[in-house]
């Protein structure tokens, strides 16, 4: 079983907006959840993280047009993107579980979804 999937990916004018979703089963949904972005040649980075007590972490790449949630109940997380940029372009994936949520650090997090693909054009 896949502990996270990922949806809502596509391709966008650069200004133009997206909104991912992440499902998550019984024991991935955690009280640590975020979103990584990579592109190819480079390594994975963190986009914003989200703590069950509410607490948020942004990049400050996405500060102001990123805006994550979740949704207890039905174990989802959800990254809506306004004002996409080119450089917003990526493989987005879904992460969960880490000791260190708010640091966005990749190798502390223990589950991954599979990536769902944004393309922004300029």
């Known amino acids: 079983q896949v502990p996270l999937v990922e949806s809502g990916g596509g391709s966008v004018q650069a200004g133009g907006s997206l909104r991912l979703s992440c499902a998550a089963s019984?024991?991935?949904?955690?009280?640590?959840m975020g979103w990584f972005r990579q592109v190819p040649g480079k390594e994975r980075e963190g986009v914003a993280a989200?703590?069950?007590?509410?607490?948020?972490s942004y990049a400050d790449s996405v500060k102001g047009r990123f805006t994550i949630s979740r949704d207890n109940a039905k174990k989802t997380l959800s990254l809506e993107m306004n004002s996409l940029k080119p450089e917003d372009t990526g493989m987005y994936y879904c992460?969960?579980?880490?000791?260190?949520?708010?640091?966005?650090?990749?190798?502390?997090?223990?589950?991954w979804g599979q990536g769902t693909q944004v393309t922004v054009s300029s």
């Open positions: 992460a969960a579980d880490s000791r260190w949520c708010l640091l966005l650090l990749e190798n502390t997090y223990n589950y």
């Open positions: 989200i703590m069950s007590d509410g607490r948020l």
């Open positions: 019984g024991y991935s949904y955690s009280a640590c």
